[in-house]
Nanobody, 125 residues
């Protein structure tokens, strides 16, 4: 079993930045692909970014390319999502998740096995 705890969310003005963290405990973090998702009120949960366990293969949703950067530190059992140039439409609860998919970054929530509780990001215009 793996437990995930996100942090780093908050209220920021448009154009600002945040760094989200996801700390894992339990089973070996480094063997999983990490993904970040977000869910806005009334909308489905959507994929934002993912990284394979080796850290050498990343994938981003088109809506965040060039603004979001995913990273991980396997020695610290921690994943990160750097969010720059925030827009009001980025407002959502952000979740980190782990997937056993070792060679391909999956973009559907069903492909992920463990989830954190989420951290709220609110962007004011």
């Amino acid at each position: 079993q793996v437990q995930l705890v996100e942090s780093g969310g908050g209220l920021v003005q448009a154009g600002g930045s945040l760094r989200l963290s996801c700390v894992a405990s339990g089973r070996t973090f480094m063997s999983y692909t990490i993904g970040w998702f977000r869910q806005a009120p009334g909308k489905e949960r959507e994929f934002v970014a993912g990284m394979l366990w080796r850290g050498d293969n990343t994938y981003y949703a088109d809506s965040v390319k060039g603004r979001f950067t995913i990273s991980r530190d396997n020695a610290k059992n921690t994943g990160y999502l750097q969010i720059n140039s925030l827009k009001p439409e980025d407002t959502a609860i952000y979740y980190c998740a782990l997937s056993r998919s070792a060679f391909v970054v999956r973009t559907t929530p069903a492909a992920y096995d463990y989830w954190g509780q989420g951290t709220q990001v609110t962007v004011s215009s």
